[in-house]
């Protein structure tokens, strides 16, 4: 198995709704990621996880919120979300590497609308 | 800081011909270098990468780069272009050595492919 599983594809949220996209992977990695696209543009990391740790927080507001709650699974959860927070919001897992050459494994996205 | 700079925001070719997508990096330390392929409404894919092992390194469908410390750059070159790989090209900078990593993209590169 070597994907990484998102849901939900696509998500339409109000701005006082609550919300959490999920991840899976089941390739052992011990470090998982989101990253935020918006449209044309390249993607921008928000966190990274390694052992289920907090590493990095990119100075993302606190209406998101990232959870780890075991080695396969990464949600965020989102509330009181802006219009211009809408984007492509991917996941991605990789093997903890010291020569840093890694790949990772990117899942396919959730496409997220806030009206 | 680690930085890709991507020389052509869109590139057109005709089915058959060769492609070349640029790239320039700036790093403090030996770079690892990727290249990842985003297909409409897609994740991202990883094409190839540099590892320090060799200066020219072949990926996937064809696709090969060449790492060129002194012209810090690492193009991505295919012979022939193929409908299929229209798409948008990620050069890719890893700005961490701490086992995880912290990608950095460049700006892209659409490759439009004409019949």
């Known amino acids: 198995d070597t994907e990484v599983t998102q849901t939900p594809k696509h998500l339409v949220m109000g701005m006082t709704n609550k919300k959490s996209l999920k991840c899976e992977q089941h390739?052992?990695?011990?470090?998982m990621y989101w990253y935020k696209q918006k449209a044309k543009k390249p993607p921008e990391l928000m966190f990274v996880?390694?052992?289920?740790?907090?590493?990095i927080n990119e100075s993302v507001p606190s209406r998101f919120s990232p959870e780890c709650p075991n080695s396969s699974l990464l949600n965020l959860h989102l509330h009181a979300l802006q219009p211009e927070d809408s984007a492509l919001y991917l996941c991605?897992?990789?093997?903890?590497?010291?020569?840093?050459?890694?790949?990772?494994?990117f899942g396919s996205g959730t496409q997220l609308s806030v009206l | 800081a680690q930085s890709v700079t991507q020389l052509d925001s869109h590139v057109s070719v005709s089915e058959g011909t060769p492609v070349l997508l640029r790239c320039n990096y700036s790093s403090s330390y030996s770079p690892s270098l990727f290249w990842y392929v985003q297909h409409p409404n897609k994740g991202l894919q990883l094409l190839l990468k540099y590892t320090s092992a060799a200066t020219l390194v072949k990926g996937i469908n064809g696709f090969e780069a060449e790492f060129k410390k002194s012209e810090t750059s690492f193009h991505l070159t295919k012979p022939s272009a193929h409908m299929s790989d229209a798409a948008e090209y990620f050069c890719?900078?890893?700005?961490?050595?701490?086992?995880?990593?912290?990608?950095?993209f460049g700006t892209g590169t659409r490759l439009l492919v004409s019949p």
């Open positions: 890719v900078v890893s700005a961490t050595n701490t086992g995880f990593q912290k990608l950095v």
């Open positions: 996880y390694s052992y289920e740790k907090l590493s």
């Open positions: 390739m052992g990695h011990r470090a």
């Open positions: 991605a897992s990789s093997q903890l590497d010291r020569a840093n050459n890694e790949k990772l494994f």
